[in-house]
């Protein structure tokens, strides 16, 4: 059956995606019988489509590529044009809405709002908006469960690298009693650009420009995108009940050129290190700098890549290494969701 969906924002992600689907198109359905429309594309500042049989995905690229813009894709008969995001959510005919739009780190809107009318419109979420997952995740969670449909975000840590659903899935069974990792991708880069002799500032221009860094990039160095993450992991592996603002958090902007050469003369680097432990019932978690050695597998995890490392009682210390941001991968990452959600898989 055509998985028929609705698309969120229309930034890096969603334009990472939309070309997933379209260049992937053929091999998906030859491979794995997965076979998407997109119906819909909503984007605050870039305007909106909907057609219930379908957009013409590279026609739609081409043209915000091209303008900035979606108002050029032409009027076709059935087409609709300026349908806000609940509009689309509630209107269309999609069977999941995928939620790309900014995350917002104070109160997770308007995303949470985007996932209640989802669910209660009997419609799938899959996002890569890490605020209603980390704000919002037992309240959402139920509401998806009561209206019968599938919310999944793999995407929300570490892009298209799959630190969610491998514990969730392959590592089923075992007690996790630490989760230690690099989370996110924009601090990692700055800091590997940093020893290569970069400014702070020269650094996180590159971030930005490479599509790594959130849209207001001190939700990055400040920590709390890691902090987001952090929550996330939490509460979805280690089946925890913490708050966002439990979490200690310290961001790399107070780093110096002078500590980055102080870790390199101690055979150190400097890392945003994650972490969260849990002791019986009890779950801590933190994030901040650590000048680690580089002897320790996390130092040779480099630019915007991105490592987490699961201490199993069954399994022992299993380390997944991979993107942690990006066009592609994130995209990547919701395509993992979409084709587990037409197989009825997790
Ligand atoms: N980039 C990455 O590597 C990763 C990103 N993420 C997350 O994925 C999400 C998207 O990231 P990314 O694509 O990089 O961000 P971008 O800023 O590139 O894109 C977000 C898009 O959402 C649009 N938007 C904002 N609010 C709304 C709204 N209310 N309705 C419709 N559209 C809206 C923006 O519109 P406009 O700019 O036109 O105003 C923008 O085009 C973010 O939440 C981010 O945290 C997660 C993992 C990795
Ligand atoms: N800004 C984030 C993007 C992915 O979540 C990062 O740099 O890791």
Known sequence: MTHKVALLGFGVVGQGLAEILETKADALYANVGFEAKVVAISDLMKGSLYHPDGL????????????????????????????????????????????????????????IDHCKAAFESKKNIVMSNKGPVSLAFRE????????????????????????????????VGNDISEIRGILNGTTNYILTRMEEGLTYEDALAEAQSLGYAEADPRNDVEGFDAQYK?????????NAHIQRDEIAREGISKLTPQDIQWAKENKKRWKLIARVVKEGEHVMAKVGPEAIPLTDPLAGVLGAQNAITYYCDLAGPITLIGAG??????????????INISRGQL
């Open 325 to 338: 941001a990006g066009r592609t991968e994130t995209g990547f990452s919701i395509l993992i969701d979409l």
């Open 56 to 111: 013409d995905l590279s026609l739609a690229l081409r043209i915000v590529g091209e303008t900035g813009s979606l108002q050029g894709y032409p009027d076709t008969p059935g087409l609709i044009k300026g349908w806000d995001s609940f509009q689309t959510i509630r209107e269309s005919n999609a069977d999941t809405i995928v939620e790309m739009t900014f995350t917002d780190i104070k109160t997770g809107q308007p995303a």
């Open 140 to 171: 959402l969670e139920t509401v998806a469960k009561q209206n019968g449909v599938r919310w999944c975000y793999e995407g929300t840590v570490m892009s298209g690298t799959p630190s969610i659903r491998m514990p969730l899935v392959s590592l």
């Open 230 to 238: 952090v929550t996330i992991l939490a509460n979805t592996i280690m």
